[in-house]
């Protein structure tokens, strides 16, 4: 989890790039204009930088530098409507499809989650649970669509994905999808895979 | 772009309610300054006229000044409208708060309400190996509702109404009003149904 603050910014990054959220890469034009497009998808048109900046953020509150961590939020919010608290953790490979996401509370994230905007995880004040400032606990390779809300102190598997507009107030074992409000959870069937080739003759 | 922006100003001029002056004042004239200052005070109609000049410095390929329009519109509106997608005249986004991403058409007079959007979806949900680049059809006077998502390649007719928090991946015909998860359409023939329209939706 303490990682080098350079290799989570890397890592991010790649992970932009291994999701999907850059261009094909076509092979007719150089490698200068290609690197060159990558960029501009990633750091000019994405959010990746709202990335950086908690990366930055974490890393100045960790050293316990005073007003670094302040700017960079104070960036985040104008910019990208980023809010991540100061006690979240999330592991390497964090995706931010388009900024505006609320993450606040004792939230820990694994590794490789790509996360839509209008997305919050955070606390609840349940009749049932009642407060806690644990929030959520997601896996790796989560992926959670637009406007979901994971509330309160649920942990969530690895694999999951979690719909559009889901509200997940429950845990959600590995390798399930969450859709609805509130979320109920549902194997994940396998992708779709190619045909297997259908031999001639007997 | 000129055209364009006429028309998304005749309707941001509609919705603000300032009336044409009396005698004289009431013809139809190039420039109406009450209306304009009142449409750029009140709605976000400079994050559209911004879009379309982004738009206009997009065709003639300007390099950097696209970006600074969509990083000014960010900031003060959290409006997202990317480079493809092609929007008709009459674009209405009536408080901000809006992401339009990959190669999305959308007709004449649409209006957008707050964190709404138009988009992709993700490689991982398609079993593709890159995310699927082509967005969704949206025809004339189509109404997305505040929260509304409509995501994939997928067609939406003439006069439709999206409601709040729905979520849309199916086609829709023309002259419909769609909600839930997955939005589907409602059947107005049904007093209960149409009741739930006017109360929800007009």
């Known amino acids: 989890m303490s990682d080098n603050v350079w290799n989570e910014i890397r890592s991010d990054y790649d992970a932009y790039y291994n999701q999907g959220f850059s261009w094909l890469p076509d092979p007719s034009k150089s490698e200068i204009k290609r690197r060159w497009e990558r960029l501009d998808s990633i750091v000019l048109r994405g959010a990746w930088p709202a990335v950086v900046c908690f990366r930055v953020k974490k890393w100045a509150w960790r050293k316990g530098i005073p007003l670094l961590p302040f700017l960079c939020d104070t960036l985040n919010r104008i910019f990208w409507g980023v809010l991540i608290a100061d006690h979240v953790r999330i592991d390497r490979g964090l995706c931010l499809a388009h900024g505006y996401v609320v993450i606040d509370g004792g939230v820990t994230i694994g590794k490789n989650c790509s996360i839509n905007p209008y997305v919050t995880i955070g606390l609840s004040n349940s009749s049932k649970v009642g407060f806690s400032l644990r929030g959520p606990t997601l896996g790796d390779n989560v992926y959670i669509g637009t406007g979901a809300k994971i509330l309160g102190p649920v942990t969530i598997g690895n694999d999951v994905k979690i719909g559009a507009n889901a509200v997940v107030i429950s845990d959600i074992p590995d390798g399930h999808t969450a859709v609805g409000a509130p979320a109920r959870a549902i194997p994940q069937k396998p992708l779709p895979t190619r045909k297997r080739r259908q031999r001639g003759g007997a | 772009m000129f055209e364009n922006v006429r028309e998304d100003f005749n309707v941001y001029a509609n919705l603000t309610g300032v009336k044409r002056g009396r005698g004289i004042l009431a013809a139809p004239r190039l420039f109406d300054a009450r209306r304009f200052i009142a449409a750029l005070w009140m709605f976000p109609f400079s994050a559209v006229v ?122 829709i015909p023309k002259d419909t009003v769609v909600v839930g998860i997955p939005a589907r359409p409602l059947d107005l023939e049904d007093p209960e149904q149409r009741a739930l329209v006017q109360d929800v939706i007009d």
């Open chain 2, 50 to 171: 911004l879009y379309r000049f982004k738009r206009w410095l997009h065709d003639r390929h300007v390099p950097i000044l696209p970006r600074l329009c969509d990083w000014v519109n960010i900031m003060m509106w959290q409006v997202q409208i990317a480079d493809n997608a092609t929007i008709g005249p009459g674009l209405c986004i009536s408080h901000g708060e809006v992401i339009i991403a990959g190669e999305v058409k959308v007709g004449r007079n649409c209006t957008f309400n707050p964190f709404s959007g138009c988009g992709l979806i993700h490689k991982r949900n398609i079993g593709h190996p890159w995310q699927g680049l082509v967005g969704p059809t949206l025809g004339d006077n189509v109404f997305v509702g505040v929260g509304a998502r409509i995501m994939g390649p997928i067609t939406i007719g003439d006069n439709v109404r999206i409601g709040a928090n729905s979520i849309v991946i199916h086609d």
